[in-house]
């Protein structure tokens, strides 16, 4: 069972379920709302408070899996959907590092991706490439 966290400024959302063959089982579905002012735009203002909301959250739902992922909507966050060719790991994140040269402070940022389509039409691949400043993401690790 897979658990993801939804985090945005007015709400804490969490499902909860597992892949079946080519279906979806849905376990739970819980929506809470957020304080006022701890989350803006993504950005946690009050820490205590939003630790506070999603440990009541797991305390009161004993079943929700273990392995969580945690997604969160804010407009610290850039993303784009891109074409690539076909590389290896290794060579692929440099080529996806070059769709930001606006970019300034690279060793302040985080530069991430998923494969969306392994083999497109054109012969390459369509990945999801996310940037976001290392600081960000561990606000949410702590």
Not at 14 to 30: C, P, Q, R
Not at 37 to 60: E, P
Request: no cysteine; aromatic share 4%.
């Amino acid at each position: 069972m897979t658990t993801t966290l939804f985090v945005s400024n007015e709400t804490i959302q969490v499902v909860s379920g597992a892949a079946k063959g080519k279906k979806l089982i849905i376990n739970s579905i819980i929506t809470e709302p957020v304080k006022e002012g701890t989350i803006i735009n993504g950005v946690i203002t009050d820490a205590s408070q939003l630790k506070n909301d999603i440990d009541q959250i797991f305390k009161n739902n004993k079943k929700l899996g273990k392995k969580i992922n945690v997604i969160v909507d804010g407009s610290s966050i850039n993303t784009k959907i891109l074409e690539v060719p076909l590389l290896n790991e290794a060579k692929l994140m440099p080529f996806i590092e070059t769709n930001y040269p606006e970019v300034e402070n690279r060793e302040k940022m985080l530069i991430d991706y998923m494969v969306l389509e392994g083999k497109t039409e054109a012969g390459g691949a369509s990945v999801l490439s996310v940037l976001t400043e290392k600081d960000f993401v561990n606000e949410y690790s702590e």
